[in-house]
């Protein structure tokens, strides 16, 4: 959103930078560690040296619109900007007008969520996604994504897997967490499930001319994974195969990705979540070397929510991440949209 505002054609006005920046700041989950880092980058940045010391928000009062501190005078937690003089009057609209630009060159865009009771999708970035990531003691990297429970927003979760202990938590948007290939991360309103190095890890093709991916489906039949394992068969990238786990894996050339289910509950890793997917990558971070998808029963659903759910975790095991239409599975949220959309299928093309 702030790229979009600070663009040249189309000069934002004060007003709706505030706004992006509210936005922002109000749903970015910081570390310690994080917003240190942050601190210093803004305070060396000539755009904003030149015109305030900027402190990262730990809380989310805003001071109100036009409003200007004086210099030397103290207001603890409560300021989210001291700006200073610089030869003439400012007011705090313009500087903090200013300082959105400069925070949309130094700060990941994408990481927005919404406020308290926004619908999803109008102040919160739909593309978010809740993932975990962990470096292995052999160079390899885990990567887990958590899908939400109906009416549990992705910052929202994020919150709540790390206050249960869960390692690695952040919010991680396709199409905005590795700048240098953004439009590479996306077609239309599919994204790809980035990685710390590249916007898509691939599977290997092991002398095949398309990946072979087998699904050994662990699950019971309340869930229809094989009629979702079957539409994603229809991309002509990668070819997916449903496979009855005690039938095993086919080939040692193939990729064999286990489909557990279980009541596992509404607590500690499973608090508000319906289903994740881990995947196991190369040191490198550019192909997948493993996957295996766990469908929770314990929030119920109907049988096209829970179609969904397969749907769309089975997509996140192909590369994919969330789609911003409610059209595709791969809606970040569960729906009972059953199948992936036509950018999905180009997305995985273009990689393929």
């Known amino acids: 959103m702030l790229q979009h505002l600070a663009t040249p054609d189309s000069p934002p006005s ?7 920046l509210r936005a922002l700041l109000a749903g970015y989950l910081l570390t310690e560690d994080e917003r240190q880092n942050l601190q210093q980058r803004l305070r060396a940045h000539p755009a904003c040296s030149a015109a305030c010391t ?40 313009n500087r903090l007008a200013a300082l959105v630009v400069v ?54 979760l994020a919150r709540k897997l790390t206050a249960n202990g869960v390692q690695g938590v952040a919010l991680v948007n396709g199409a905005g967490d590795v700048s240098a290939q953004v439009a590479a991360c996306s077609y239309g309103t599919a994204r790809t499930w980035p990685t710390g190095t590249t916007c898509f890890s691939r599977w290997s093709y092991n002398g095949w001319a398309r990946p072979q991916m087998y ?34 894996c086919p080939s040692s050339t193939v990729h064999c ?25 190369n040191a490198a971070q550019t192909y997948t070397t493993g996957a295996y998808i766990a469908l929770n029963e314990s929030y119920g659903g109907t049988e096209a929510q829970r179609w969904n759910t397969a749907c769309h975790e089975i ?33 995985l093309e273009t990689y393929y």
């Open 54 to 93: 900027a402190r990262v928000p730990q809380r989310r009062k805003l001071l109100p619109a036009g409003h200007q501190r004086r210099p030397g005078r103290g207001v603890g937690r409560r300021e989210r900007f001291r700006c200073l003089r610089t030869g003439e009057e400012t007011t705090m609209r």
């Open 315 to 347: 997509g996140h095991v192909l590369g994919l991440d969330h789609n911003t239409s409610t059209a595709s599975c791969m809606y970040y949220a569960r729906t009972s949209q059953r199948y992936p959309n036509a950018n999905d299928f180009t997305l």
């Open 215 to 248: 699904f050994r489906d662990r699950s019971n039949s309340l869930w229809p994974v094989g009629r979702a394992v079957t539409k994603w068969n229809e991309t002509s990238g990668i070819d997916s195969h449903y496979r009855t786990f005690s039938a095993g």
């Open 257 to 281: 990705v286990i489909v557990y289910n279980a009541a596992y509950g509404k607590t500690g890793e499973w608090d508000g979540v319906v289903g994740m997917t881990k995947r196991t990558l």
């Open 103 to 156: 925070i949309g060159a130094v700060v990941p865009i994408g990481l927005g969520v919404g406020t308290a009771g926004a619908a999803p999708g109008e102040s919160e970035q739909v593309t978010a996604s809740v993932m975990s990531t962990q470096r292995n003691a052999d160079g390899t990297v885990t990567q887990t994504t958590y899908t939400p429970a109906e009416g549990v927003r992705p910052a929202d």
């Open 14 to 20: 004060p007003d709706d930078l505030i706004e992006a």
